[in-house]
């Protein structure tokens, strides 16, 4: 990881560099070319790089960190790619994606900023570990009590509130959001998405007012685009025989939960955990006596943990794509036809009628 004092010197170094250089780090700016472009966004996912270049039509320029068919996750910039961030008139992002964005963003940027998390309610990373510490707490708390009531230790109790209280505090520290504690993969959601487009419409007319009236109209064209999408799952999810998503990782949470859906994950949130031979059987054995039909892949995982568990249940292998990417897997090559081909994998695999 880069200290903020290299992040500094790399901005430096390549601040008289224009947002047109991206070869060698990033693809090439889509939407306006930076030349003739009233402002310039830099993201570091796909969804994002699709959602400002649709808000900005033709008036920004979009440039996107992250090579084609590189895991977004495991990104590093460049310096130059820094200088990038650093220019940028907004720097989109969702905060616990990318530690290396984040890290520039916070250093170069942070005037910038347009975090996601600060613009809908995202998703416990875990909300099955957070429930189970929920109710660990409360029952902390009732045995403070107790003890307080029983033996009146009233200075130690003070004291545990006040540790508490700093613990709060620490959690509302910035902008409220302990984000490596959340999915960010909230752009499976297109209610979120619409959000999104709203609050990034409203930044580019604070940094463009001449455009506000373009940037407000595009916002309202993909929110229609996205309000279409969601009935098509609506209507296409309404009948199912069965309702188990089972996945490489789970990043579909947003998604599955949307629709009443059971994501079933081999590994969790962080594509880069190696599930164990033992969650790999257990996985198999769950497919096998449900009679789950489908066990899905991504385009930026290998194959062989789903090829595994199909063989062991089986069951088939399917595509189900993230959206952290776009690549000759994909099941489209742009972000509304990769959302209809996940409905299309979804509707086969669960049977819906």
């Known amino acids: ?29 889509s939407g306006a070319e ?3 472009a009233a402002l310039t966004v830099v993201t570091g996912v796909y969804p994002l790089e699709w959602l400002a270049t649709e808000v900005g039509g033709d008036r920004a320029a979009v440039v996107q960190l992250t090579e084609p068919g590189v895991e977004p996750h495991e990104l590093e910039l460049t310096g130059r790619q820094v200088g990038q961030v650093s220019e940028a008139d907004i720097a989109l992002s969702v905060s616990g994606l990318q530690p290396a964005v984040d890290e520039a963003v916070e250093q170069e940027a942070a005037d910038a900023s347009l975090d996601v998390a600060d613009i809908v309610e995202l998703r416990p990373a875990n909300p099955e570990e957070e429930a189970h510490e929920d109710e660990e707490d409360h029952g902390h708390e ?7 009531e029983d033996h009146g230790h009233e200075e130690e109790d003070h ?3 006040d540790s508490h209280g700093d613990e709060a505090a620490h959690g509302e520290e910035g902008d409220g959001h302990d984000h490596g504690e959340f999915d960010p993969h909230f752009w499976l959601d297109v209610d979120l998405m619409s959000q999104t ?14 455009g506000a009236a373009t940037y407000e ?10 309000a279409a999408i969601g009935q098509e799952y609506d209507d296409g999810l309404a009948s199912c025989a069965h309702d188990e998503v089972v996945v490489g990782h789970t990043a579909f949470s947003y998604l599955t939960d949307a629709y009443g859906l059971e994501q079933i994950g081999v590994s969790g949130v962080d594509p880069d955990s190696e599930p164990s031979p033992s969650q790999i059987a257990a996985i198999s054995d769950t497919v096998e006596e449900r009679g789950i039909t489908t066990v ?4 930026l995982m290998p194959d062989a943990t789903a090829d595994t568990i199909a063989a062991e249940s089986g069951a088939e292998v399917a595509v189900l794509d993230p959206l952290e990417g776009v690549t000759e897997d994909s099941p489209g090559d742009d972000y509304p036809s990769i959302m209809r081909g996940n409905l ?4 086969t695999a669960l049977e819906c009628s």
């Open 34 to 36: 930076p030349a003739d």
């Open 159 to 161: 004291h545990e509130e």
């Open 296 to 299: 899905f892949t991504e385009p």
């Open 217 to 226: 109209e595009n916002a309202e064209a993909v929110t229609a685009e996205l």
């Open 1 to 29: 990881m880069r200290t903020g004092t290299t992040l500094r010197a790399a901005a430096i170094g390549a601040a008289m560099m224009t947002l047109a250089a991206c070869a060698g780090g990033g693809q090439e700016s």
């Open 344 to 347: 299309a994998a979804l509707t």
């Open 197 to 210: 487009a709203t609050a990034l419409a409203e930044r580019m007319a604070e940094v463009d007012p001449d």
């Open 142 to 148: 009732d045995e403070a009590h107790h003890e307080e």
